[in-house]
């Protein structure tokens, strides 16, 4: 079992950047890839990006490709996501999940492990 938790969240002006930081206990955490999800009010919960358990693969949603970085340290056990140039329709709730997929999809149900979201809220 693997447990996360997201820290970084906060309010910033649009055009300025975060940086999510997923921290994962657990020994297991090199077998799962790790995804980034956001829910906006009202709305559904959105794939963001995903990272395969070495880390060798990457993958965007087309919005925050080239805007989003992710990236993750298994020695550390935590996945980061830079995010710059953020606009206010990155508002939302973000949070990431382990997917025991090698590789990590971008459906929501298809990942076991969630932790509990941080908020991101841009400003205009």
């Known amino acids: 079992q693997v447990q996360l938790v997201e820290s970084g969240g906060g309010l910033v002006q649009a055009g300025g950047s975060l940086r999510l930081s997923c921290a994962a206990s657990g020994r297991t955490f090199s077998r799962y890839a790790i995804g980034w999800f956001r829910q906006a009010p009202g709305r559904e919960r959105d794939f963001v990006a995903r990272i395969s358990r070495n880390g060798a693969s990457t993958y965007y949603a087309d919005s925050m490709e080239g805007r989003f970085t992710i990236s993750r340290d298994n020695a550390k056990n935590t996945v980061d996501l830079q995010m710059n140039s953020l606009k206010p329709e990155d508002t939302a709730v973000y949070y990431c999940?382990?997917?025991?997929?090698?590789?990590?999809?971008?459906?929501?149900?298809?990942?076991?492990?969630w932790g509990q979201g941080t908020q991101v809220t841009v400003s205009s």
């Open positions: 999940a382990a997917d025991s997929d090698p590789i990590g999809r971008v459906t929501p149900r298809q990942y076991v492990y």
